[in-house]
């Protein structure tokens, strides 16, 4: 057997540079390369190998951790989960910035490889500068904080260890219906260590992304809940996406006359333009979805989790009869809301299921123009928030119709948290998945800057724009540098609206006055957040890091500075300030948050009274 002489390190680099993937008789290289950031956890292991024999693979510098890693993260979402880019770190803190990435990937079924380093395999230096001591088990580490959010975890203290775990962590990071983070801890010691590894390890793999079918028994069932049906709603989750099932979706709605409505995940897998598209659904959906919704009797979901938000908490569904059938290639999510599970690809499902029905000759039973009405005035509503004028400034869905008109039809957006979310289901006009790129599993604040910068990597011909609130901003910026370094120009339009105004509102929706989420100076004789708004130049900020830089008061100014931020060659920032409160409301959803039973407040006590009704005439499971 033929050997080759490496290091552990050197050896996963050689190995990650040769892996695979094959969709649909379709080969890409599914490693681009590696993310880091050094210490002495991992300089003089993976930084040695990266630096002497990274073959094809290219090393990108982050600025913080859990940014590099979101940007990978956003890198393989763009890329529709074909290619990824690793993250190392050193061990202590530098691991532990990754958790939230490595949570955030998972909740968004996105492969994440993660090598944070690792304490003393051989203990020689304990305790090694950053290790923990936990005195009751001395195995663990900051990488154990990896396990429940990875969807595979090991440690690789044996060199010859790598060899099952690299290609356990290529079958899970490939898995359409598993994947998520995948975290190898690589102590520091045995990076460095040498071992004689079969040359056969390093050849090229290939991993096939197999297309699940549904079984005949599934697909009859199928067949036979949707023929006893007259109001089916399809919702549209990410997975629709990472099928590639756009075209077989459109081809079964068109088939049977079936209105779509969409999660965040799923927004674009119809062009808002197509006659059955109804916009979101849920707590973030809009006035059509919402309304079919309730008279549905059939919800037939493909490729969605259905949280809370898709869900309305589980009280969107108002239909005495209504049911459920679940495309999924994830069985768990095919089970939910006792569903008639059809675990299988979204593409491979859609088109069986088309071909099965119009053997029936089925067909909804929607009257004429029912669809086309609730369309019309939801799109009236769309254009009355995108015109909405303000003598006292700017409202945040005014620059929101600004921004949509202005950057084109192939532009990417990148979204995650606050109230940003809400008025982009609702109200931005998709054209295609790719064109709306919102991390909503996991709603995680400082996304925004470091996604963009991860799907401009994945699609330099596209104009990337991250769209952030002032609180998220303020969160994690830092991969804004990044950008700049490796020439991947991003345009960051920052709305400012003085704090965490989602949650301000949301507060003050059940009963609060408000409390701890603007951004104001502490007032003298209150004790509390209750003076002047905190002023923050956040162009001044960006143009410091070496960005370009524009403020955009009215909707005219936006205009001009999205033409001229076009022109820019380098990552530009537009600061816009909007006026707190002018974000969407909540179009006849509800969203279960617990209000308190007890409170000083009777305005928080009949909040709670109103949360109870609703809970009463929501599914209870």
């Known amino acids: 057997m033929t050997t080759v002489r490496l290091t552990m390190a050197q050896a996963l680099i050689r190995f990650l540079d040769r892996q695979y993937v094959s969709v649909d008789g379709v080969e890409t290289k599914f490693v681009t390369g590696v993310m880091g950031i050094f210490g002495h956890g991992n300089v003089t292991g993976i930084g040695e ?41 050193s061990i202590g803190p530098g691991a532990l910035n990754m958790v939230t990435a490595a949570a955030t990937a998972t909740v968004n079924r996105i492969p994440l490889l993660l090598l944070p380093g690792d304490n003393f ?45 690299a290609l356990n962590a290529m079958r899970v990071l490939t898995d359409p219906a598993e994947t998520g983070a995948v975290t190898l801890a690589l102590p520091q010691d045995v990076q460095a260590e040498a071992y004689d590894y079969p040359a056969s390890f390093f050849e090229k793999r290939v991993h096939y992304v197999e297309r699940r079918v549904p079984t005949a028994a599934a697909l009859e069932r199928a067949v036979r809940l949707i023929r006893s049906k007259k109001r089916p709603l399809i919702i549209a989750g990410g997975g629709v996406r990472y099928s590639g099932a756009t075209a077989e979706l ?70 005495p009869k209504a049911q459920f059938l679940n495309i999924n290639v994830n069985a768990m999510d ?22 099965a029905l119009l053997a029936e000759g089925y067909r909804a039973g929607y009257g004429d123009g029912e669809v086309a009405a609730v369309r019309a005035e939801w799109e009236a509503e769309v254009d009355r928030l995108y015109a909405l004028e303000r003598e006292d400034g700017l409202a945040q869905t005014r620059a929101l119709g600004v921004i949509n008109e202005t950057i ?3 532009a990417v957006i990148v979204c995650a948290a606050g109230s940003l979310p809400g008025d982009l289901q609702r109200l931005w006009r998709a054209e295609e998945p790719a064109n709306y790129h919102m991390e909503y599993g996991f709603s995680c604040m400082g ?90 130049d956040f162009a001044a900020h960006a143009r410091g890091l070496g960005a370009a830089a524009y403020t955009a008061r009215t909707a005219e100014e936006l205009r001009a500075a999205l033409n001229d931020a076009r022109k820019e060659t380098r990552t530009t920032l537009i600061a816009i300030p909007v006026l707190p409160g002018t974000n969407t409301g909540g179009y006849e959803s509800w969203w279960n948050v617990g209000v308190p039973e007890v409170s000083a407040s009777d305005k928080v ?17």
């Open 447 to 536: 996304y925004e800057v470091a996604g963009a910068f991860g799907a401009a990597l994945a699609e330099p011909d596209r104009d990337v724009y991250a769209l952030v609130g002032d609180g998220s901003y303020l969160m994690l910026h830092s991969e804004l540098v990044t950008s700049l370094q490796e020439g991947r120009k991003m345009t960051i339009l920052l709305f400012d609206n003085h704090g965490y105004q989602c949650i301000h509102n949301l507060q003050r929706e059940h009963g609060s006055d408000g409390f701890g989420n603007e951004f104001r100076y502490r007032e003298a004789g209150t004790g509390r957040y209750t003076g002047d708004y905190v002023p923050i």
């Open 605 to 621: 006590v009949r909040a709670h009274a109103s949360m109870k009704q609703k809970i009463s005439q929501a599914k209870p499971y």
């Open 334 to 355: 095919a089970a939910k809301l006792e569903g008639a599970a059809l675990a299988a690809d979204a593409k491979a499902a859609l088109a069986a299921l088309k071909d």
């Open 121 to 165: 395999a051989s203990r020689q230096p304990d305790p090694v500068l950053q290790q923990m001591e936990v005195g009751s088990d001395y195995t663990v580490s900051a990488a154990d904080c990896f396990k429940p959010v990875s969807r595979y975890w090991d440690r690789i203290v044996r060199p010859e260890q790598l060899m099952s775990a």
């Open 49 to 89: 190998a990266l630096e002497r024999s990274p073959g094809d693979l290219v090393y990108v510098q982050g600025k913080n951790e859990q940014g590099m890693a979101h940007a990978a993260t956003a890198y393989a979402k763009q890329s529709n989960r074909l290619r990824i880019f690793a993250c190392t770190s």
């Open 250 to 319: 459109m081809a079964f709605a068109e088939a049977f006359g079936i209105p779509v409505a969409e999660t965040q995940a799923g927004k674009g897998s119809l062009s808002w333009r197509h006659p059955l598209a109804v916009g979101g659904i849920g707590v973030t959906g809009g006035l059509a979805a919402n309304r079919l919704a309730k008279s549905a009797d059939l919800i037939i979901g493909v490729g969605t989790r259905y949280t809370d938000f898709t869900t309305a908490s589980k009280s969107a569904f108002a239909h």
């Open 408 to 410: 084109g039809e192939k």
